[in-house]
């Protein structure tokens, strides 16, 4: 009887372990990734097509990278995208590949996609002003330290090595 207890309470706390780690952003209507998503998700159709072209298009600038590895050490990232959207098809994959080389702990990412609205059914978007997307929000202890707003300045790695090192940084919509 003890024997069997403890299998049931083995199976049922794995059980739970495995639900609170599976994550699936829902797909809308109209065919695109709504929710929390991971880099996974791109490499299915059809959103392959444009997330594996323009992730192996794309050479990361080594030494800006050298500049940015050792400041992602201590942050938090917020990203909001749109599968449907031009710009997050051009630069999240891109924003990944920098990621990939600086060897971002993805625990401290968390992509959300939106839809056409820039909402999600669960309001994961509230409270960040979610204008345009690709928007990318950088946190250190809790605190928003600047946001990537859907295109570049200079180049991705240039505007997120300014964010992170605390340069004086307007994205795209600020004066």
């Not at 928007?135 to 600047?146: H, Q």
Request: one cysteine or more; hydrophobic letters at 40%; a neutral charge.
């Amino acid at each position: 009887m003890k024997k069997l207890i403890l299998c049931v309470f083995i199976v049922g706390t794995l059980n739970c372990k495995a639900q609170k780690q599976e994550v699936y952003p829902k797909i809308d209507q109209s065919g695109n990734l709504i929710g929390i998503t991971q880099k996974e998700f791109f490499s299915n159709e059809p959103f392959n097509i444009w997330f594996d072209f323009n992730y192996e298009d794309h050479i990361v600038n080594k030494k800006v990278l050298a500049k940015i590895t050792p400041l992602l050490k201590d942050v938090t990232i917020k990203g909001f995208m749109g599968t449907w959207c031009g710009d997050s098809q051009e630069h999240i994959p891109v924003f990944y590949k920098i990621m990939d080389e600086a060897g971002l702990d993805y625990k401290n990412l968390e992509m959300i996609a939106v839809d056409r609205a820039k909402v999600t059914p669960d309001n994961l978007q509230a409270g960040y002003d979610i204008q345009r997307v690709p928007t990318f929000i950088f946190f250190r202890n809790g605190k928003e330290i600047g946001r990537f707003v859907e295109y570049p300045r200079e180049s991705i790695e240039a505007d997120l090595c300014k964010i992170l090192s605390g340069e004086p940084y307007k994205h795209a919509y600020q004066q």
